[in-house]
């Protein structure tokens, strides 16, 4: 989904909603994508050093078809701000771009940079970390998560570009 919006904007208007309608995600993120400015419906992943949730995910469709057109979706995972492991490398990445995902956002490390840098798809996380996860089935899909503080429910919108990241409770504008 490609859509006019600023979170610079987004705050002015929702600054004094309730914490339940309307959150800031603290800026402690970094840009890896070439896509700057994404937004979408969140669908939720919480793994610790373990990335086949997040494999799983990228793997599937990664927009849903409405009346309205096609909705691209924001994956948002909970790495409960690991700095020891990526959680997603560009084969990953490669795959979110291509099953039209808007974007990725990581509580956590990716790695692959050069190639992240390329893709069509938003991808935010703490850093770089060359160290790949190991697969052992564990986490958690479609949860509440805490990111940075911060709780992300499955089915809100999370909106980023160049000046942060915000979640609303529904759709916005």
Known sequence: ??????????CDAHKNDSPELFRVLPPVFKDYGARQAFC???????????????K???DSCGYDETPAGRVAKVLVVDGAG??????????????AARNGWAGVVIDG???????????DVGI??????PLPTEKQNQGLKDLAVQIQGVWVNPGEWLYADADGMVVSAK???
Request: net charge positive; proline share 2%; hydrophobic share 50%.
């Open 1 to 10: 989904m490609t859509s006019s919006f600023a979170t610079c904007d987004l």
């Open 40 to 54: 979408g419906p969140v669908v939720t992943v919480k793994c610790f050093e373990d990335n086949s949730l997040v």
């Open 56 to 58: 799983a995910a990228v």
């Open 82 to 95: 690991s700095l020891r492991r990526a959680l997603l490398g560009g084969n990953l990445g490669a795959a």
């Open 109 to 119: 490390c990716v790695r692959d940079v050069g190639e992240l840098a390329v893709l």
């Open 124 to 129: 935010r996380a703490l850093a770089s970390m």
């Open 171 to 173: 759709r916005l504008g």
